[in-house]
């Protein structure tokens, strides 16, 4: 089967082509991602309106050079695949118009896709996880431990009750006037700095379950910053370096404690932890992880960061799982900006549900 898929759901615009003989590996064929984050830039975050905007304009390109790269023409195709939600509802309805005008014109089945399920799918796409593995979707906007069961089923099995982990990250790094995205550079202040100096809240640890908290953390982080500079007029380079080594701290534990426990509540004969989202590129949190893993003679799973981070050869795979599996789309097939994935059913998907 070759799957083309289309990503339009925040602020990246994509398309890729993915393949999967029968009894073989599948194989990315091509994954275009183009980002915007030059146009929104000045507003200091993502214009919904802008987005939508640029991802109609955006969207044939990448599909003319994902099929170009692929070295295949639409008729090559078995399917479309499609984000069709959750996120910003304009940049989700041009990727569905997009593929929808595809399959009119070529006759190609339609299928919609879970944006949290193509992330959610990927480590099989990439390492041939099978059947049930827990996952942890760690990114800028999103924060869920799932225990994925089969291409349509998930079970949430926790998830922040207010901010991303990546955006704690990027808010802190806001606080301490790094650039942005904050992860990476918090990371690498971090490197000098002394994890232990700041004791930050590790929110919801002390309470039983697997859903996660990040806003505190920020609040404590400004509260310290601000008294540093209360007392000695500003804040040294030493200073910054040991905020940021504390507040990854505080992060790591939460998602490693967190994650000890989901292990815990997820079912038996789990094949491995995975993770995805743009979080799972730091290094300590990584190497936490890995040691949970580890304490529970289990694989650790993460995808080159290309494929945790947005990108459509995860629809496409996604996509491709729903329709081996006989799932299908018709033109009904809505644009939504919520979609929880456990309560996912592909029939409410078609009722615009
Ligand atoms: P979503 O995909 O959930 O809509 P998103 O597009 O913001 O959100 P990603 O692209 O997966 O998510 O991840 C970006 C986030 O990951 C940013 O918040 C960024 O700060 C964070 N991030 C990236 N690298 C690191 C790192 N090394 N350490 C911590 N956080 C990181
Ligand atoms: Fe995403």
Redesign the pocket.
Known sequence: LTVLGLESS?DDTAAAVVRQRAGARPEILSSVVRGQTDLHAPFGGVVPEIAARAHAEKLDGCVEQALAEAGLALVDLDAIAVTAGPGLIGGVLSGVMCAKGLAAATGLPLVGVNHLAGHALTPRLTDGLAFPYLMLLA????CQFLAVEGVEEFTRLGATIDDAP??A??KTAKLLALPQ????E??REAEAGDPARFAFPRPLMDRPGCDMSFSGLKTALLRTRDGIIAEKGGITVQDRADLCASFQAAVRDVLAGKARRALDAAPDGLTALAVA???A??RTIRAALEQVAAEAGLPFVAPPLKL???NAAMIAWAGLERFRAGHQDDMTLAARPRWPLDSQSPALLGAGK
């Open positions: 925040c990114s800028g906007g999103h990546g955006e990250f990027d995205p904050g992860g990476p918090v990371e989202g743009g979080v590129a730091n945790c981070t947005d």
